[in-house]
Nanobody, 115 residues
Framework: QVQLVESGGGLVQPGGSLRLSCSLS????????MGWYRQAPGKERELVAA???????VYGDSAEGRFTISRERDWKTIYLQMHNLKPEDTAVYFC?????????WGRGTQVTVSS
């Protein structure tokens, strides 16, 4: 069974940093695209950062300049390094990979930014 598992979330003070990880298992196929999304209470899910094929990363407005998406060479693990976190970054962060044309989502990891 194809599965994505996120980790690295938690409680952090404003201005702090976190690094999220997302690992893929259950398939021999590499993803063709991958990304991080987030959903805050009462809001729609939004793009944080994504990358596909040989292209460069794309960032949502809220992440530009503060967050960095990266991946392992085998494409099976991706990361989201977050710096200068703000209370408005509080959300559940989801990993998504596109494998053979199908979107695979993780269950999410909670990030809470609060003093």
């Amino acid at each position: 069974q194809v599965q994505l598992v996120e980790s690295g979330g938690g409680l952090v003070q404003p201005g702090g940093s976190l690094r999220l990880s997302c690992s893929l298992s259950g398939t021999i196929f590499n993803p063709t695209a991958m990304g991080w999304y987030r959903q805050a209470p009462g809001k729609e899910r939004e793009l944080v950062a994504a990358m596909a094929g040989g292209g460069g990363p794309v960032y949502g407005d809220s992440a530009e300049g503060r967050f960095t998406i990266s991946r392992e060479r085998d494409w099976k693990t991706i990361y989201l390094q977050m710096h200068n976190l703000k209370p408005e970054d509080t959300a559940v962060y989801f990993c998504k990979m596109v494998i053979r044309g199908k979107d695979i989502w993780g269950r999410g990891t909670q990030v809470t930014v609060s003093s």
